[in-house]
């Protein structure tokens, strides 16, 4: 039976065998226990920064949203998403709403974007770009794990911030 036409009783059946199993519990608390040293890492190294609250999602996404300096008047930041499904962090450069998404959506249509690339603005998306970091990440070896996306992030924001800038000339 497909998941589309599985009753919800079912369905709830199917997610509390699952937890009961115990694996699910344990990455979940894993990957929102990343996303938490991410943002208290981020806070002490990029005091200037303000971090968001964790979102923890409905086994969709969890992310931590940072509004760098440069990025404050612009209502722009980054968010560094989990995908629960696909099992990626991502990168993403969003707008505080649908409008300064669009505007700046619009003013980086004839920028070089590098390595980057826009996404496509349809309902439901939040990104004005994102970007993936590839597997495998190191769950296993916290620290590890913690420098990695503390540096890709970096990376990131410093590509995003020349990239807007560019767009605003």
């Known amino acids: ?17 699952l937890v009961a199993q115990g694996d699910i519990v344990r990455a979940y608390r894993i990957i929102l226990s990343t996303l938490s040293h991410f943002k208290a890492a981020w806070e002490v190294t990029h ?6 609250a964790l979102y923890q ?9 940072v509004a760098p300096a440069a990025f404050v008047d612009k209502r722009l930041k980054i968010s ?5 499904e696909s099992g990626i962090f991502s990168l993403w450069l969003i707008a505080g ?3 300064i998404q669009k505007s700046v959506f619009d003013s980086l249509k004839t920028v070089s974007l590098g390595q980057y690339t826009l996404s496509v603005l ?7 770009i994102a970007h993936d970091l590839p597997k495998p990440y190191a769950f296993d070896d916290p620290t590890v794990l ?6 890709a992030t970096e990376a990131f924001t410093a590509d ?4 807007v800038e560019s767009g605003a000339r």
Do not use: W
């Open 47 to 52: 005091p200037a920064d303000n971090a968001g």
């Open 97 to 99: 709403n649908r409008a």
């Open 80 to 84: 560094l998403v989990f995908l629960h």
């Open 57 to 65: 999602g409905y086994l969709d996404m969890s992310f931590v949203s």
């Open 160 to 163: 995003m911030i020349a990239i």
């Open 122 to 128: 349809t309902p439901g998306v939040d990104a004005i």
């Open 1 to 17: 039976m497909t998941q589309q036409k599985r009753s919800l009783s079912s369905c709830v059946e199917v997610y509390t065998d």
């Open 146 to 151: 913690d420098t990695m996306l503390m540096q």
